[in-house]
């Protein structure tokens, strides 16, 4: 990958969460793109599209830092943080008004300027603490 092709993704992707705009998904994400994560089952785009739309039901303010990024010939690596402020249910648990901080890192396997396959551990049990009231970041 060209040094502009990884900025040209990292920028789509850091817009795709923080403007928000989720049909940038249909952009970098590849017909085919498959999602590998710790709580769910094997996501394609359509999946993934919709994953991303249930945190935003959910935090409706959440966003994306790239904290740091590595590249490979067809892989890029994120370390990020997502934030948001918890406003409906989440995980089976009502609407805290708790403020979140989740860490991440995310793998993506690139073909011809998409993602073909991703990646992804996220700290989802620390959410769970953080929206719980006893560890409420308000």
């Not at 959910?58 to 994120?78: C, G, H, Y």
């Not at 805290?96 to 073909?116: L, W």
Request: glycine share 6%.
């Amino acid at each position: 990958m060209t040094t502009d092709a990884v900025q040209t993704f990292i920028k789509r992707y850091d817009e795709m969460f923080n403007k928000p705009d989720l049909d940038i998904v249909d952009e970098i994400f590849a017909p085919d793109f498959v999602a590998h994560r710790p709580v769910a089952p094997l996501l394609n785009r359509a999946t993934y599209k919709s994953l991303l739309h249930g945190f935003y039901l959910a935090f409706p303010d959440f966003r994306l830092e790239i904290n740091d990024s590595l590249v490979t010939s067809d892989r890029v690596v994120l370390r990020m943080t997502y934030y948001g402020t918890h406003a409906a249910q989440f995980m089976g648990i009502p609407a805290t008004g708790c403020k979140i901080s989740m860490p991440a890192i995310a793998i993506f396997r690139i073909e011809g300027g998409q993602i073909v396959e991703n990646w992804e551990e996220v700290d989802l049990l620390g959410v769970v603490r953080q929206i719980s009231n006893i560890f409420c970041l308000n």
